[in-house]
C-alpha cells in the first residue's frame, strides 16, 4: 500500500517540523520563541510550590500588589498571548504585578489542582477546567463571585452555555474564559484534487453522518485517508452523542448514562468509518508518523480533521487552505460550547485586585484578542455583535464563510464534561472506548463499564 511510503516520507517532514519548535502551535513560531517559553517555563515550574504556599504580598507601603496567577502549557503561541495579556494588565494597573506561572496541562493540571486546594495551597487566581471546576468549588477553594456582577458587568451577556457552566446552583465561583467548539476543518486542495464539492459552511444546510461518511470515503485513497478525529474524548465525542438524542448524565449529573441505543449507535458509527469503511487512522498511525493530526491535514494526508475550534489558531497560520463546516447531524444540528475558568482562590489576600484582573481576562481586549488568532470564540453575546465582532474578526483568520457559523458557536449546547462532578470521567471513557474501539471490546460491556466507573467516581467526589 502507498500510505506506507507517505508515512516514511511524513516521518522525515515531521522530524523537521518539530525540529523547529512547531509542536502544538501555528508555523509562525519561531524556535527561538518556543525555546525561551520552555525555558522560562522550566524555570517558573521550580519555584510553583514557594510561589503558591506564599501568596501574594503587599509591600509595607501598600502600593504594590502581587498576584500568583497559575495555567497550563497548551502551546508556546497560546503561553505568550496570555503574557502579552498579563503586561497589558499591568500596565493599566501599575499597583499590580501579575506573576503568571505555566505549567502541567489536562489530568495531570486538574490532580495538581485539586491536590493544592485540598492542601490549602491553591495560587491566587488560576485556570480551572470545567470540568473539575465543580468539584473544586465543592470543597470551598474558591471565592465567591456572585455579587461581583451588575449592570456593567452582565452575567446576562454571557452565552447560556458558558452561564451554564458557571452557575452551581445560583452561585457562581469561576468567570469562563472564552467558548470553544469541535467542528470539521478540511483541506480544499484534497477536495479538489478529488473533484469533490465542498460542504457547506451553513447549519442549515447541514450534512448528514451518512453523507459525511459517503465524503469521508470518496476522498480515502492508498495516499490520503478521508477523516481523523471522530473518537477524540475532546468534546467531539460529547457533540455527536448529543446530536443523535443521547445523554451523558441524569438531569441532576449523579449517573452516568452511556448504556443506551443512541450512544451505541454513535459508538459503532465511529468505529465503522475507522474499520469498515477504511476511511479514519488510528491514532497509533499519527504516533508512528510524528505527526499531529494538524501537521496531518496541512500535508493533505487526512482531507478532513474533527477538532476544536482552538485548532485554527495553527491551521491559519500555516497558511494552508484551508475550509470548514458544522458537524455531521445525526439528527440534530448541533455543537457543544465549553471552556476553562479564571477563579480566584478563597484564600487570597487581595481579591479586589485579583478581580480587576478577572474582568480583564473576560473584557474584550485580551479575550478579543485571542479570539482575533482563531485560538478562541467569544462567550459574550455582545462579542457578537457591531463593532465589538469587528473588533476580533479577521477576514485572514476565520474567512467569508465563518460568519455563517457565529450562532452555530453562540448557541452550542453545554458541553455535559463541562457541568459533570468527577474530573476522572474523561479519563475512565478513553480508557474504555479504546478498548473498543481499538481492543475489539464488545459495545455492551464497553458503555456498561463506563457507567459503573464513572458512577463509582462521582460517588467518590460527592463524598469529600
Not at 495555567?71 to 498571548?81: C, D, I, N, V
Not at 459508538?267 to 496531518?296: C, H, N, Y
Not at 455543537?335 to 478581580?355: D, Y
Request: aromatic share 8%; with cysteine; net charge negative.
Amino acid at each position: 500500500m502507498r500510505k506506507k511510503v507517505w508515512m516514511s516520507l511524513a516521518l522525515t517532514m515531521a522530524v523537521t517540523t518539530m525540529s523547529l519548535g512547531l509542536v502544538g502551535c501555528g508555523s509562525s513560531a519561531n524556535s527561538d520563541t518556543a525555546a525561551s517559553s520552555n525555558e522560562e517555563t522550566n524555570v517558573a515550574s521550580s519555584s510553583t510550590e514557594e510561589a503558591t504556599v506564599a501568596g501574594a504580598q503587599k509591600s509595607e507601603s501598600g502600593e504594590k500588589v502581587e498576584l500568583v496567577f497559575m495555567g497550563w502549557e497548551a502551546s508556546p503561541l497560546e503561553t505568550q498571548a496570555v503574557k502579552d495579556g498579563i503586561a497589558a494588565f499591568e500596565a493599566q494597573h501599575p499597583n499590580i504585578t501579575v506573576s503568571y506561572t505555566p505549567g502541567l496541562a489536562g489530568s495531570e493540571y486538574n490532580a495538581k489542582i485539586l491536590s493544592s486546594a485540598a492542601a490549602g495551597a491553591l495560587p491566587d487566581v488560576m485556570f480551572v477546567s470545567s470540568e473539575s471546576y465543580r468539584q473544586i468549588a465543592a470543597a470551598g477553594a474558591l471565592m465567591e463571585l456572585t455579587d461581583k456582577f451588575d449592570e456593567n458587568y452582565s452575567f446576562d451577556d454571557f452565552i447560556e452555555s458558558s452561564r451554564t457552566i458557571m452557575d452551581i446552583d445560583g452561585h457562581i465561583y469561576g468567570i469562563s474564559s472564552c467558548t470553544v467548539s469541535p467542528i470539521v476543518y478540511y483541506n480544499k486542495d484534497v477536495f479538489d484534487a478529488a473533484g469533490v464539492p465542498y460542504p457547506s459552511s451553513d447549519p442549515a444546510k447541514c450534512w448528514t453522518i451518512d453523507e459525511f461518511r459517503d465524503v469521508a470515503k470518496s476522498l480515502t485513497t492508498d495516499d490520503v485517508y478521508g477523516v481523523y478525529g471522530m473518537e477524540s474524548v475532546a468534546d467531539t465525542l460529547n457533540a455527536q452523542i448529543l446530536s443523535n438524542g443521547g445523554t451523558r448524565y441524569n438531569a441532576d449529573f449523579t449517573k452516568s448514562t452511556m448504556d443506551t441505543p443512541e450512544v451505541k449507535e454513535v459508538l459503532e458509527t465511529i468505529k465503522a468509518i475507522r474499520v469498515d469503511d477504511g476511511s479514519a487512522p488510528d491514532s497509533s498511525t499519527l504516533d508512528a508518523v510524528g505527526m499531529s493530526a494538524a501537521q496531518m491535514l496541512e500535508t493533505g494526508k487526512v482531507a478532513m480533521l474533527v477538532d476544536g475550534s482552538w485548532s485554527l489558531q495553527e491551521l491559519a497560520a500555516s497558511g494552508m487552505n484551508i475550509g470548514m463546516a458544522p458537524l455531521p447531524s445525526y439528527g440534530k444540528v448541533l455543537t457543544t460550547g465549553q471552556a476553562h475558568l479564571h477563579a480566584i482562590s478563597s484564600t487570597c489576600a487581595h481579591p479586589e485586585e485579583a478581580w480587576e484582573f478577572l474582568k480583564f481576562l473576560s473584557g474584550m481586549e485580551y479575550q478579543g484578542a485571542l479570539c482575533k488568532t482563531g485560538l478562541w470564540m467569544p462567550n459574550r453575546y455582545s462579542m457578537y455583535e457591531g463593532d465589538q465582532l469587528e473588533g476580533w474578526y479577521d477576514e485572514k483568520v476565520h474567512g467569508d464563510s465563518y460568519k455563517l457559523m457565529l450562532d452555530y458557536f453562540k448557541d452550542a449546547a453545554v458541553d455535559p464534561g463541562a457541568i459533570q462532578k468527577s474530573a476522572q470521567a474523561r479519563d475512565i471513557i478513553k480508557e474504555e472506548t479504546d478498548m473498543f474501539f481499538k481492543m475489539d471490546q464488545d459495545i455492551d460491556t464497553t458503555v456498561k463499564n463506563i457507567d459503573s466507573r464513572i458512577d463509582e467516581a462521582i460517588k467518590e467526589a460527592m463524598s469529600k
